[in-house]
């Protein structure tokens, strides 16, 4: 039962869910253990570095939703090619440098208001 009420995070696993303020938080995380560099395609499994991206989701019964997903930073393993670190993609979930998630953006522009979407741009 708990895991149909869950968002659907393709390739990720959710690590802790939170609830401040009328805002629910997910925190969740890579299952992959490499990801391809976006110049060269080389495959790499050496991390780098980890940080947060912060992402809007659609709502879940009208409270605001925010994932913060831990996303990894690899070296490019390919000794001739001018990119040395990338970040790995999450293309399930949202597009590279973007602030909400794909299936936000995808959400009609007249339906925000009924399920109280607030959108930042
Ligand atoms: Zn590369």
Redesign the pocket.
């Known amino acids: 039962m708990t895991q149909t009420l869950l968002p659907d995070l393709p390739g990720f696993s959710i690590e802790q869910i939170t609830l401040s303020g009328g805002v629910i938080t997910v925190l969740a995380q890579s299952r992959t253990v490499s990801a391809s560099?976006p110049?060269?395609a080389?495959l790499s499994s050496r991390i780098h570095s980890r940080y947060q991206r912060k992402l809007a989701d659609l709502p879940w019964s009208g409270r605001t939703v925010r994932l913060l997903v831990q996303v990894r930073r690899f070296f490019?393993e390919?000794l001739t090619?001018p990119?040395k670190t990338?970040a790995e993609a999450i293309p399930a979930l949202a597009e590279r440098y973007a602030r909400r998630t794909i299936r936000l953006k995808e959400v009609p522009a007249s339906t925000p208001r009924c399920f109280n979407i607030r959108r930042r741009d």
């Open positions: 560099c110049t060269c080389q490019c390919r090619c990119r990338f």
